[in-house]
């Protein structure tokens, strides 16, 4: 029996535990809601930045100097960046929308295309998987029909989905993301940070059960972990 274990720190800022191996999405760790105040404690085997926002960097480089083991995974650009910052290209893994990239035991990572802006690279969500197992983390986007591609090759068993709207999806656009991703779990995140981010998990769970979709809602609170169950093998 397999546990993924989903810790969200607020904002777009994630840990994730799956087969052993942590994963830091988007390290905000410190943002205004995070009941986190100090980065000690905080390390991750791969750290992946979805796109070279500040609110997405977060504290990346302050995790990657106090952890030498961990690697950051980002598009190529911004992959770049972080190593130049690190003074080390060993320390970063570059790569681009859509290609496989193989972290070793099993471990796959794609990055998805995101319908935003950013300065290095393009925008990305991003797809963690081990054991047809995967973890979609759309990152800063609109709704974009890529979803469905995404759902339909991927089989995302969960959906990490940004609802705060202004800069990103809304609650009603998060929804029919998860329509068109149909993840057995999706989970809401980049709102409530600020008071322009002011999709409510309450109106998206609305708007969920409008669309039909089948995928059951968890909410998280700032510092919250949730587990959910891998099956192994997934089939996908
Ligand atoms: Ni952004
Ligand atoms: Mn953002």
Not at 20 to 49: A, H, M, R, T
Not at 51 to 75: F, M, T, Y
Not at 181 to 191: A, C, D, E, G, Q
């Amino acid at each position: 029996m397999y546990d993924i274990k989903i810790k969200w720190f607020g904002h777009a800022a994630f840990k994730i535990e799956m087969f052993g191996k942590v994963f830091l999405i988007d390290p905000w760790i410190l943002n205004p809601v995070s009941p986190e105040k100090k980065l000690n404690q905080v390390c991750g085997d791969f750290i992946v930045v979805t796109h070279d926002h500040g609110d997405h960097v977060g504290n990346a480089l302050e995790i990657l100097r106090n952890c030498p083991s961990s690697k950051a995974v980002a598009i190529y650009e911004l992959a770049s960046y972080i190593a130049e910052e690190l003074g080390s290209e060993q320390r970063a893994i570059g790569g681009n929308i859509g290609g496989p990239i193989d972290l070793g035991e099993g471990f796959e990572v794609v990055l998805t295309p995101a319908l935003h802006s950013s300065g290095k690279g393009a925008p990305t969500g991003v797809l963690i998987s081990k054991l047809g197992n995967t973890v979609y983390h759309a990152g800063d986007t609109g709704l974009t029909y890529e979803m469905k591609l995404v759902g339909e090759l991927y089989k995302p068993l969960v959906a990490l989905l940004p609802i705060g709207g202004h800069f990103t999806m809304g609650p009603r656009e998060a929804a029919y993301a998860a329509h068109l991703l149909n993840p057995k779990y999706v989970i809401p995140m980049h709102y409530g940070t600020f008071p322009m981010l002011r999709g409510t998990p309450e109106e998206f769970r609305r708007y969920l059960i409008e669309f039909g979709v089948a995928a059951e809602l968890i909410v998280l609170k700032p510092g919250e972990e949730t587990t959910v169950r891998a099956e192994v093998p997934r089939t996908r």
